[in-house]
């Protein structure tokens, strides 16, 4: 006798599939999980059916939706492949289904096709039933980026000639999408996740980039090389450099010549301010600026000198004190004294 158990709120398909498109040029990817016949038609002529899921994202978002939990899908493994018939396994993946990720979303549909063949035909391919339960969940069962890392470290050619062979298992279809502008292609799968994320870093290495986590926030992003780009983006890189500047402030905040360099670089600094807050003319204000270059070049070339004994603390103290007279001959000559304009 068949065997009956109540159905998850998951909708039937015969063909479910996956479409992952990737616009290089705009950094975006789009995703989409319907019926194939109902994405197909969706791609070409913008009319929704039964599309499940439709998201234009950043690039990259696709791997980040790639988060391992590997008890976690072991224990869906196990339950799936040990429990037919219980309401535990249609639970579990009804709960996987409502997830907002897409990723897990499709891997629930997978889930329960497996399964609901499975009980069709009981005991009829048990050895590859846990097979295909194992490679749809294999992505969320371990750290893939990681392994990306280490493939490009390793391979940074062609990183995807260390992928194992479960990613080339499974065939991929493509479809073209044809308008003036240009032709989109778009890559579908309709078991597992498996080939669209081969697919995905073939076309991140044609591009020249690679994965990589910004020292600075942490976030995963593209670098143009392996290892040698560490910093994501000017706002972190912006960051570093406070850092790095608040480092080495720290390390010389007590040696001699560090202490008088600032001191020395502020003065001027309060001297110019001052000339600018009372609307000094341009050409005098360029005169009093290009020496303040001046000063912080030759500043920076005496303080190495010191560092490097070629140079005493006390010569590099006259030297200072030679030039703050010319900054204040400079602000005499254009009416100002030491307390501000005269």
Aim: hydrophobic share 35%.
């Amino acid at each position: 006798m068949k065997k009956h158990i109540d159905m998850p709120n998951i909708p039937h398909m015969d063909n479910a599939v996956m479409a992952v498109n990737v616009d290089f040029k705009k950094k975006k990817e789009h995703i989409i999980i319907g019926e194939f016949e109902d994405v197909n038609h969706y791609i070409r002529t913008g009319q929704k059916f039964e599309i499940i899921f439709d998201q234009t994202r950043p690039i990259a978002s696709f791997f980040l939706d790639i988060s391992p939990d590997a008890e976690f899908f072991s224990t869906v493994k196990a339950i799936l492949c040990s429990n037919l018939y219980k309401r535990d396994c249609a639970n579990i993946i009804e709960n996987l289904y409502a997830e907002e990720n897409p990723l897990i979303k499709f891997t629930a549909i997978n889930l329960w096709q497996e399964y609901m063949r499975e009980m069709e035909c009981p005991k009829k391919d048990a050895n590859g039933f846990v097979d295909r339960i194992e490679e749809i969940t294999l992505p969320f069962r371990y750290n893939l980026m990681d392994a990306v890392l280490k493939w490009q470290r390793i391979s940074p050619l062609n990183p995807l000639c260390d992928m194992p062979y479960e990613y080339f298992k499974y065939p991929l279809q493509t479809l073209f999408i044809a308008d003036t502008a240009k032709t989109k292609e778009y890559a579908l799968s309709n078991n597992t996740i498996l080939p669209l994320i081969l697919y995905y870093l073939k076309i991140i290495y044609e591009n020249k980039k690679y994965f990589g986590y910004c020292k600075v926030c942490g976030r995963l992003f593209l670098a143009p090389d392996v290892n040698k780009t560490v910093i994501c983006s000017d706002k972190c890189r912006k960051k570093q450099q406070k850092i790095n500047k608040q480092k080495y402030d720290d390390a010389t905040r007590d040696v001699d010549y560090e202490r008088a360099y600032r001191n020395e670089k502020m003065y001027w600094y309060n001297r110019i301010q001052k000339a600018k807050k009372h609307n000094l003319d341009e050409a005098s204000l360029t005169e009093i600026t290009k020496a303040y270059d001046e000063f912080k070049r030759a500043a920076n070339k005496k303080k190495r000198q010191v560092k490097e004994g070629l140079l005493n603390v006390t010569a590099f103290a006259v030297w200072y004190l030679d030039k703050r007279c010319e900054i204040d001959d400079l602000m005499q000559k254009y009416g100002f004294d030491k307390r501000g304009k005269e």
